[in-house]
Nanobody, 121 residues
Framework: QVQLVESGGGLVQAGGSLRLSCAASGRTFSNYVMAWFRQAPGKERENVARITWMGGITYYAASVKGRFAISRDNAKNTVYLQMNSLKPEDTAVYYC??????????????WGQGTQVTVSS
């Protein structure tokens, strides 16, 4: 019932920045906890960041803390992931996910198609 579309991925040099966007449609956006996951080749899916309904509480994986920032604009039905000081190990497909409550990793109800982020060294 919710469609999520990521954008903003691409190729960037190490140390550079990208901002990912996830546009949602189908339901009231503020009803959903939003999260970003990533999947690198040969690695398990990782919960990168999460933001609660009104943006009051955020979570970051230790691997990205201090470099990435998640935010949301409920008026625009959009969640963002600002990615700074990018490293080659950040290379992955990044997925946007949504659910009405906080759930264990992998159990979010709705997922986007993913956007590729490649960081060159």
């Amino acid at each position: 019932q919710v469609q999520l579309v990521e954008s903003g991925g691409g190729l960037v040099q190490a140390g550079g920045s990208l901002r990912l966007s996830c546009a949602a449609s189908g339901r009231t956006f503020s009803n959903y906890v939003m999260a970003w996951f990533r999947q690198a080749p040969g690695k398990e899916r990782e919960n990168v960041a999460r933001i609660t309904w009104m943006g009051g509480i955020t979570y970051y994986a230790a691997s990205v803390k201090g470099r990435f920032a998640i935010s949301r604009d409920n008026a625009k039905n959009t969640v963002y992931l600002q990615m700074n000081s990018l490293k080659p190990e950040d290379t992955a497909v990044y997925y946007c996910a949504a659910d009405t409550i906080i759930r264990p990793t992998g159990s979010y109800a709705y997922w986007g198609q993913g956007t590729q982020v490649t960081v060159s060294s």
